[in-house]
């Protein structure tokens, strides 16, 4: 995911709008707008700004954290390993889906799983 993707991925999981951000942060919305569909580059200020509405760190914030996925796109990269065509297609879905959808998406693994007797809970609030 890319780092404007990543923006809109937190705004979107708070439950902010483009404008809500504007009027929160004095952060013009159509600016704002051009970070996250990656055709502008936001200055470390406004990162800074946002990472603090969005209570994230700032590697969190360009998807740079501990638990960033990279794209899937770089699959051929000897840091990505190989993943099979269904569970790249798992993981390309599942990028696109927003924090409910992906709560529910691992429900309903985790009920697949324990009518299987393998249970695992791994899902984050």
Known sequence: ????????????????????????????????????????????????????????????????????IPHLSSQNSPTVPALADDARQLLEMFERMNHQQKIKAVAYCEGLLSTAGNSSSWRQS
């Open 1 to 68: 995911m890319a780092i404007g993707e990543h923006m809109r991925y937190l705004r979107e999981e708070k439950g902010y709008s483009l404008k809500r951000v504007e009027t929160l942060t004095g952060i013009d919305g159509g600016n704002l707008s051009r970070y996250e569909r990656n055709m502008n580059v936001p200055n470390i200020e406004l990162c800074m700004q946002l990472a603090k509405l969005y209570g994230v760190s700032l590697d969190e914030l360009v998807g740079q954290d501990e638990g960033y």
